[in-house]
């Protein structure tokens, strides 16, 4: 199918972009790589009245390291992240989880800032995003605000931006001396939305400041909280690892749809919370594999 | 000419260009380059667009249609609806049986199922004609919906009585015997998928029709246009000359093309229809769900002394299409006693209909899990009970067997596979999280044959043609009639040029049930030889050729360049020689109809019905490929996804007429198979009857990434019954017993017996 007329503009700069949203307000989107935008106009789930393709403002890309603070701009592309050096050192989870998304082909349009604006509960970014503590700055008819991930994502495809605002940047502290990350998702078929995956980090090689994120479980990517708490409580190890799992009942709202039922996505986000485990703290008592079963 | 004629190939490059070669596809350049012209993108001039309005009710009736809106959108040409006559007569179906009582309504008032087209809207832009469509508003009254075979309101069915196999006392057998294995299996709504949707594109000039629409069977499908319209039959030409993929659902004519050829003629312009990805899934039938309860009885030593099954396959309410799951059963193993019956269930879907391997398919899942599940309870391994059962003849019709590899596909397939370092308990192989399991399955095809009809032009630049109606859908018919062109004639493989998929040409049966190639190299055979005689008769006797003084009294083609067998005369080429006698061309047209179809009838019932076709066991020899695939999956124990690590597949198909062209359609088949086992699966919402997940994203295929290494093998010797070349089917036999063979295999990594296809998560954690 092709998508119903809309106009479009190319826009230069980020206030040329505001003034165009200013002028169409709802009627207005952001094309960033298009990955998800496009398809969704072709099935005709969305008719805007003018794409703004913000493609063409430089300095919305690129990665930078600047007072222990990874700064990423939102038209950067999931390939450039796979193949950063700077995202390999500092923020290895990204580095490790942008391999997963789609396909190469994929990759090579998409954006980051996309993929957080979109919000789609089963994409890789917007959990590590949550996990990794970083800050969404936005652009809007006022100036710049800062968003905490944590406050960014509400619902299924809904975010904390409002119509008139651009995501310009992600902010992500970089990575310290024995921080350590954990990765997984399971889809059927390979190049799949995931149907269950986490992301996890710990800043250090303890479980104090252990964040946990899942994707593809609920309607948004969410923090187990009550998990990680449960871990700093009991300390990395089996009894640990038992409540954390035990704690997930009250920390995730998992949904059913065609691929898996809300309690098949419970017991995988309990066997991805393990698996996890496992990566994040291997030495847990003594190191025996045993000890996180 | 016999077998014994044909020169010994090697199958690699020693053997030029002729059969038995690893030749690459004539049309894989176009096809990747996009040169080859599909039905749909064929220029014509002035084209009207045209989209299909699918219902969305599971059943009930239009009770009204208000096209005022639509009508008034821009460019809107034409609307048809439940409220035009559009005048048809039904078609012959493919027993050549014409239902008497018309007239032929393919926008019917009632609702069958959900997707059932119920307008046509043409505009003079694709666009318009999707917004015009969407400005309908249509009032339906809704009926009670039976969404599926497994619904609750589907209840039993009615029997199929003229599918019922019975020899021996079965049920008896089966009560004495000492083990009894007896379980449920169920396969799901399963789709054809082609890269290529349907649709067409049809123009009149005045009482002639030209439809370009994707084909397997040209004549047949021409016949229907004829018939719904009353036009003689050669009125109508439905070109085909490319096809993305078919599987069994190109081959007839449908409603959508009906409906989309009466908006031309009376629009009198031509109108292009495309069924959109969506409504490839309700616009045509896919694999009927079917449901077995097989009963296995044995010794103690796991010799088999009853089958006994019980199967159901769903169908539409508007129409008939039995799946039928006893296709396999009998054949595969030696068992004094068997009894196999099928009930039939109408339900709200679109009828049903062929997709490769038909019945065999879902009948071998359930007979070739259970004899596994009979080798577990014996203790036997599940090689060794397919050996201890193997049925020396063939069990139902009692014939021999023309050729039967299976003991060699097994013996080969364990060998490349390292089947024996197998250990025999379940969850008894890992790798860290993942449980390995090693599976076996066999499968099989039977050989139909049918007849063709082809014509060889020899050309004065010494190249030559090969023309015939048949269609080739990626199988190959262009290369491998080229091949068999190039060896009966002793021309080079590069100078031969083949024409098909036009149903003005020489006649032709459907590219369906893995006959194709068999029937149409013999028909190429027969008509290049001919050729080739008429050739040298005239190099003999003509006062022009340079042998006519040479005394010999028959001459050698070959490389094409024609000499004297004794090679002491003169050595011309083929388009000298032409030159010399002063002919532009030879044109040969033979078929390979027997005396009793030689009249007008006959041709037109054999190139476009089915009742010329000859089954397996129709003549001395009971005549079927076969395989055996062997098959590593891992699966994670805890989350229980399954991965497809590596599979070697032994085939014995008698002859290959081009090994690579065989062994790409035995992998295509495997790799259905692996979906069929881990991801295909109709979802329909029970509320409406609708397919939920009605597309490519939704509705899962594998991925190359989901695709291991595939090696298969060759075990196959030509089959002199089966063929006049000696090849018995290629295309539908590799997805036979792969989803078994992938069964198997996880429920000896996870001993867990999966009987319902496809294997999901849930059933493992
Ligand atoms: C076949 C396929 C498979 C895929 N698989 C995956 C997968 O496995 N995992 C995954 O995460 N994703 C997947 N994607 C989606 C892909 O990652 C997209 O790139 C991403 O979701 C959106 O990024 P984009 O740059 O393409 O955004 P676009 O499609 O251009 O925009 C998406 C939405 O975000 C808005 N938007 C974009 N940029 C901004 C901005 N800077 N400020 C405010 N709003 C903005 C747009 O207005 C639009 O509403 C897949 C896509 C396809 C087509």
Known sequence: ?293 | MTLLDTPRKHGDASDGGAIGARLSRLDGKLKITGAATYALEQPVDGLAYAVLVPATIGAGRVARIDVAAAKAAPGVRLILTPDDDLGLQPATDWNNVRASDGPYVPLPRDIAYNGQPVALVVADSLEQATEAARRLAIAYEEGPVTPGLDSPNAGEGSPLDQLSVAWGDAEAALAAAPVRVEAEYHTPREYHAAMEPHGLIARWEGDRLTVWEPSQWTHSMARSYAEWFGLPPENVRLVSPFVGGGFGSKGFSYGFGAIAAAAARRLGRPVKLAVTRPQNFAAYGGRAATRQSLALGATEDGVLQAIVLRGASETSTVGTWVEQVGAATPLMYAVPNFSARQRLVAVNTVTPGALRAPGKTPSAFAIESAIDELACAVGADPLEIRLRNYAEEDPQARKPWSTRRMREALAEGAEAFGWARRSREPRSMRDGHQLIGWGLATGTFPVIRNYGEALVRILADGSAEVVTGATDIGQGTYTILAQTAAEALGIPFERIDVRLGDSALPGAPVAGGSKLAGVMTGAVQKAAIAARDELIALALNDPNSPFRDTGANTLILADGRISAPRGDGPVVSVGELLGRIGRERIEVRRDTLPDHLQTPEGRFRAWTTMTTVQGPTAGDYSMHSWCAHFVEVRVDEDFGTIRVARMVSAFDCGRLYNPKLAESQWKGGIIMGIGMALLEEGLVDSRNGRVINNNLGDYLLPTNADVPDIRVIDVGIPDPHASALGGKGVGEVGIVGVAPAIANAVFHATGRRVRRLPITLDALV
């Open chain 1, 1 to 293: 199918m092709k998508a119903p007329d809309f106009d479009y503009v190319r826009v230069r700069s980020l206030d040329e972009a505001l003034a165009a949203l200013a002028a169409h307000g709802e009627g207005a989107r952001i094309l960033a790589g298009g990955q998800s935008l496009v398809p969704a106009l072709n099935l005709r789930l969305l008719a805007p009245e003018i794409l703004v393709d913000i493609g063409g403002i430089a300095d919305l890309s690129g990665i930078a390291l600047a007072d222990g603070t990874i700064r990423i701009g939102a038209m950067t592309r999931h390939a450039d992240l796979e193949r950063s050096p700077e995202i390999a050192r500092h923020v290895p989870l990204l580095a490790r989880a942008v391999r997963e998304i789609g396909h190469p082909a994929i990759r090579n349009r998409g954006t980051i800032g996309g993929s957080l604006a979109h919000a789609d509960p089963a994409s890789e970014l917007p959990a590590c995003v949550l996990a990794l503590e970083a800050r969404i700055v936005a652009r809007g008819p006022s100036g710049e605000r800062t968003i905490a991930a944590s406050d960014f994502f509400r619902g299924l495809y809904e975010t904390a931006l409002g119509p008139d605002e651009i995501l310009v940047r992600i902010e992500i502290p970089a990575a310290a001396a024995g921080e350590r990350f954990a990765f997984h998702e399971l889809a059927r078929r390979h190049g799949d939305y995931a149907m269950a995956g986490i992301a996890a980090l710990a800043r250090d090689t303890g479980a104090a400041t252990l964040r946990i994120a899942y994707f593809g479980i609920g309607s948004r990517p969410m923090l187990a909280a009550g998990a990680a708490a449960a871990l700093r409580d009991h300390g990395a190890s089996e009894a640990g690892a038992a409540a954390a799992v035990r704690a997930l009942g009250a920390d995730l709202e998992p949904q059913s749809d065609l691929q898996a039922s809300a309690a098949l996505r419970m017991h995988l986000a309990g066997v991805l919370l393990r698996r996890a485990l496992k990566d994040l703290f291997p030495d847990a008592a003594g190191g025996r594999e045993e000890e996180i079963a």
